[in-house]
């Protein structure tokens, strides 16, 4: 079966700094891949996505770097804020098998200190 | 707003009682699907829903649980004769279409049982 697991359960922060969060994976037909943030008591919130062509994808303050060849996964926040305080989950789905459920990994808990 | 809307946001059952989960999917979304999240850990898919149809329970337990997505109104997900391990907050989300990406979810409802 497919698993996604992250290295680190808790990160922390200095404000201003870069955060990585890192995430492997160990279906080798996994297609899509997603991050999400989720805040206390909250659904899950999209952040950045990614398929499998690409090696690396950016956004507002954040960047998804895919490898495949390692089933690797990492989200990186730049100038991290407060608000980035949050538990942050890796997804993945593997499109070509006609499934459309996520597979989500345990998460990492993204602490900022200010 | 034409997020996910989820209710009850909590929801509160004696063992043995019924639990009932309702969610109204983004408009013009007609694709649902159900995750179910224990305490400090990832989401997991349960079921997936297109209008009036099961696409895959795969995730779902065999007993107790049912859910729909009828026509008119919300998709509900049933449990029936809960028991403490029901415990978790239960979240939905959906899509436009088939294979569609990200999937927007909903903040949830926290199911505790007595």
């Known amino acids: 079966g497919e698993s996604v697991g992250l290295h680190l359960p808790t990160l922390s922060v200095q404000e201003g700094d870069n955060s990585i969060i890192n995430c492997a994976y160990s279906n080798s037909a996994s297609d899509y891949f997603i991050w999400y943030k989720q805040e206390s008591g909250k659904g899950p919130q999209f952040i950045i996505d990614i398929r499998s062509n690409m090696d690396k994808r950016q956004g507002q303050r954040v960047t998804v770097l895919l490898n495949k060849t390692v089933k690797h996964l990492s989200l990186q926040i730049a100038a991290t804020q407060p608000g980035d305080s949050a538990v942050y989950f890796c997804a993945e789905t593997p499109d070509q098998t006609g499934a459309n459920n996520l597979f989500f990994g345990t998460g990492t808990r993204l602490t900022v200190i200010p | 707003n034409a997020g996910v809307m989820q209710n009850p946001r909590h929801l509160v059952r004696r063992r043995g009682q019924e639990a009932r989960l309702r969610c109204s999917p983004m408009k013009g979304h007609s694709h649902v699907y159900w995750y179910r999240q224990l305490p400090e850990e990832g989401l997991k898919f349960m079921v997936y829903l297109q209008k009036e149809n099961i696409i895959d329970e795969s995730g779902m337990p065999k007993e107790r649980f049912s859910a729909e997505f009828p026509k008119e109104g919300p998709s509900i997900l049933r449990i029936q004769q809960v028991v403490r391990g029901d415990s978790a907050a239960y979240f939905c989300?959906?899509?436009?279409?088939?294979?569609?990406?990200?999937?927007?979810f909903g903040d949830g409802t926290r199911l505790s049982i007595l």
């Open positions: 989300a959906s899509s436009p279409r088939r294979g569609d990406q990200p999937q927007h």
